[in-house]
């Protein structure tokens, strides 16, 4: 009973490194290295925040630059109003399009090319050209802005 206590606990603790070498051994995309993340995970694993980060990285996201861009925001946001509590202009009006989507949000799907779909040419002599669907875009052709996380904006300069 004790070793299998053992083994659980080891395996619940290095899950984010375990999760990322399956996704990325089945062709998944992780956020940073492999080696990276297995790292990390045996310095700060013991923290359950760290762990949680690990394991949101481990699954594709990055959960840190969407908290810093959010955080910032409103961190920019208090930092310039005055002592009233009202500002001259609303916390949005400071935000900027980002420059890698022109504040869509969205950009075009490197795999398709933006088409969402294409034609596989016909297999053999009889062969019919088969319809294929982006896997990376789900046919849409556009995919979320990873700079901007889908919002299409990113916080202004700090005035």
Not at 1 to 14: A, E, K, V
Not at 63 to 84: C, E, K, N
Request: proline share 6%; aromatic share 10%; hydrophobic share 40%.
């Amino acid at each position: 009973m004790r070793l299998f206590n053992g083994l659980s606990f080891w395996l619940l603790y290095f899950a984010p490194a375990l999760i990322a070498w399956y996704r990325v051994r089945h062709g998944g995309a992780i956020v940073g290295r492999l080696g990276g993340i297995a790292v990390i995970n045996a310095l700060i694993g013991w923290t359950v925040i760290g762990w949680f980060l690990l394991l949101a990285n481990a699954f594709g996201l990055n959960p840190v630059a969407w908290f810093v861009l959010r955080f910032g925001q409103h961190l920019v946001s208090s930092a310039t109003a005055p002592t009233g509590g009202q500002t001259d202009l609303p916390a949005t009006s400071r935000d900027v399009a980002c420059g890698q989507c022109g504040g869509s949000g969205s950009i075009m799907c490197s795999t398709c090319g933006g088409r969402g779909s294409w034609y596989n040419p016909p297999s053999g002599e009889r062969g019919v050209a088969q319809l294929q669907t982006c896997p990376a875009c789900t046919s849409s052709g556009r995919l979320r802005c990873p700079y901007c996380g889908g919002s299409g904006r990113l916080a202004g300069p700090i005035v």
